[in-house]
């Protein structure tokens, strides 16, 4: 099981290879990887399942973007052949960079970074198209934590909005996508640039599925119409004139609900957290929706 207790041990055979101790290591994340900070770097863990395959694009990708001068966290130059295999399990290591607790990375800047980023030509690295439909079907059947009631609930919104998704026209076209960027996937340089992190989900598809995500994460987290008015003023396209933005936000919450769903353990308060949006599903009427908790 993809717990502290299994990544614990994992994270103190890194440590050894880089020259340093895991005792003051300070756990960050624990939900779809195991990121612990190490004085002046932050190591990540992926489950088995992720693949070494897969880090190794991410690797590629940031490489690339490093190169383009793009505004992205970095990858640790201390070690150069990256990612280490450590018990089967891919492990990256990055620069240690600000959190920005103090000084959060605005809608704004994050309009400006998506961009930069949705300008960039297509990486010389292969990879995967963005398949949302798919992936929620994935997540609902290896998800453990919800019964057939919550099945049918998720697979027929689904079957709605997988289909409102194979007939869209995307008015801005493919490009190079994070996948999920938020506020809270962007870190501050020490001279304060902003910078975009966490590239695990990184794809081709439709610049409007950034876009849809971070309006969800306004929506759903805080920040509200304001501050996706921000980021929209500050991208360059008012997403909401588009006839198909609302279908997409709703297709990128379902997403977000399955894959929340195939990996909270049944008893946590991420499963607590997920009943909760699926109670949600149910029962939210019109425009009146909850607040959800950050997992």
């Known amino acids: 099981m993809f717990v502290e207790a299994r990544t614990r041990p994992l994270l103190a055979k890194v440590c050894q290879g880089l020259g340093c101790s895991a005792a003051d290591a300070q756990l960050l994340r624990h939900h779809t990887n195991a990121v612990y900070a190490v004085g002046d770097v932050v190591v990540k863990i992926a489950p088995l399942e992720f693949g070494l395959d897969r880090s190794r694009t991410v690797v590629a990708v940031v490489d690339w973007l490093s190169a383009k001068g793009f505004p992205t966290v970095g990858l640790c130059s201390q070690v150069p052949a990256q990612p280490l295999v450590v018990d089967g399990h891919a492990v990256t290591v990055w620069q240690r960079l600000n959190p920005a607790d103090d000084n959060p990375v605005t809608t704004a800047e994050l309009g400006q970074l998506l ?80 910078v975009l992190a966490d590239w695990d989900g990184i794809a081709i598809g439709p610049r409007e599925w950034d876009i849809a995500t971070v309006a969800v994460h306004c929506r759903r987290f805080g920040g509200g119409r304001e501050a996706f008015a921000d980021f929209t003023a500050s991208y360059g396209w008012e997403a909401t004139t588009w006839s198909g933005f609302e279908e997409l936000c709703r297709l990128r919450e379902l997403q977000m609900i399955a894959t929340n769903a195939r990996k909270s353990r049944p008893g946590t308060s991420a499963a607590a957290e997920v009943h909760r949006r699926l109670d949600g599903l149910r029962n939210e009427k019109g425009a009146e929706l909850r607040r959800w908790q950050i997992l």
Do not use: Y
């Not at 099945?151 to 919104?157: F, G, I, K, T």
């Not at 689904?158 to 493919?174: K, Q, T, V």
């Open 115 to 194: 961009r930069e980023l949705h300008g960039f030509p297509m990486p010389p690295v292969e990879l995967p198209r963005l398949q949302p439909a798919e992936s929620v079907r994935r997540s609902v059947d290896s998800a453990h934590l919800i019964d057939d009631r919550d099945r049918d609930l998720l697979l027929s919104r689904l079957e709605d909005l997988g289909a409102a998704w194979s007939s869209m026209a995307f008015p801005l076209g493919d490009s190079l996508i994070q996948s999920d960027p938020q506020t809270r996937n962007a870190l501050r340089r020490l001279d304060g640039t902003p």
